[in-house]
């Protein structure tokens, strides 16, 4: 299993940002794929997942945020609007493989900034 997020940069507060997250190693298009993110000091969190064609977000980005995935590409997204500073952190992809293993990518850092 293999996961590569890519995606990341500086960004003004208000912009935009797509992250993806290529993923390989097991059948993408039937396992649940979820991004989280980690602040400095904080504790990794859920941002939003995908699973069984449903999608679920946290709070703080409803209506911001939106999870996405290729099934024939094998890549999840995150388009990331109206991003603010407090959106600043390392974005994880996580992929719930047989609905039983968790396998995490690298990290991509994202800093929202003037």
């Known amino acids: 299993v293999q996961l590569v997020e890519s995606g990341g940069g500086l960004v003004q507060p208000g912009g935009s940002l797509r992250l993806s997250c290529a993923a390989s190693?097991?059948?993408?298009?039937?396992?649940?794929m979820t991004w989280y993110r980690q602040a400095p000091g904080k504790e990794r969190d859920m941002v939003a997942t995908?699973?069984?064609?449903?999608?679920n977000y946290a709070d703080s980005v409803k209506g911001r945020f939106t999870i996405s995935r290729d099934n024939a590409k094998n890549t999840l997204y995150l388009q990331m609007n109206s991003l603010k500073p407090e959106d600043t952190a390392v974005y994880y992809c996580?992929?719930?493989?047989?609905?039983?293993?968790?396998?995490w990518g690298q990290g991509t850092q994202v800093t929202v900034s003037s």
């Open positions: 995908s699973a069984g064609g449903s999608t």
């Open positions: 996580k992929a719930n493989v047989g609905w039983m293993y968790d396998y």
């Open positions: 190693g097991f059948t993408f298009s039937n396992t649940p």
